[in-house]
């Protein structure tokens, strides 16, 4: 039963989701070649593509932890550097998250 409503959600998901991305990065791409945007609308269709991205990513990933469960996916384990993984979801949690609750200062 789980499988199979992870399943329904995932693919419900990903069709559109992958739809908005595709029209978020012809968006882009026009802009790119000049087409006429302010720099506010500049700047939120570049962070709606990057969100709609990770969205996928998290979709995808929803889809490999069902298959590591069912062991049709192998794990493996590799070094990690942590402060680019730090780094990494420092700007992701940026582009949504109020300017108020996030700080880059070091205590």
Known sequence: ???????LIVHDLKAPLTAI????????EHMEKG????????????NAHVSSKRLVGLIQDILDVNRMEEAKLPVKKSPTE????????WRCSSLWQPKRMLSSRRR
Not at 21 to 28: D, I
């Open 21 to 28: 991305t595709g029209g978020l990065a012809v968006l882009l």
């Open 82 to 89: 942590v402060g680019a993984l730090v780094a990494s979801a």
């Open 35 to 46: 087409g006429a945007l302010s720099p506010e609308l500049k700047k939120i269709a570049k």
């Open 1 to 7: 039963m789980r499988d199979s409503l992870t399943h």
